[in-house]
């Protein structure tokens, strides 16, 4: 059974930084994608960024590249996603999701998702 489970989130001012968790266990392989994703209040999910379990190009949302890396730990099947400047407009729910079919930013692709965990970012 795959399982995703986020961490990290929290109150952050403007300018500051965070990392995002996401602990992934069950029968992964090389096929999977992982992507992130947000919600924020009021607005409907929207990608943010994603790579392919094996590593090569991430894809990134526009309203966050240059801003936010996605990366991995592969010794600890864990994925992560940064940012060293945050922005009032990142405020969400963040999730990370699972998908067996190609790296894509489209959520309905994505199996398997996390329960989020909310990321508040004050000016």
């Known amino acids: 059974q795959v399982q995703l489970v986020e961490s990290g989130g929290g109150l952050v001012q403007a300018g500051g930084s965070l990392r995002l968790s996401c602990a992934a266990s069950g029968p992964f392989s090389s096929t999977y994608v992982i992507g992130w994703f947000r919600q924020a209040p009021g607005k409907e999910r929207e990608f943010v960024a994603a790579r392919n379990w094996w590593g090569g190009s991430p894809l990134y949302a526009d309203s966050v590249k240059g801003r936010f890396t996605i990366s991995r730990d592969n010794a600890i099947n864990t994925w992560y996603l940064q940012s060293p400047s945050l922005e009032p407009e990142d405020t969400a729910v963040y999730y990370c999701?699972?998908?067996?079919?190609?790296?894509?930013?489209?959520?309905?692709?994505?199996?398997?998702w996390g329960q989020g965990t909310q990321v508040t970012v004050s000016s």
């Open positions: 999701a699972a998908s067996r079919r190609g790296l894509t930013t489209n959520q309905i692709e994505y199996e398997y």
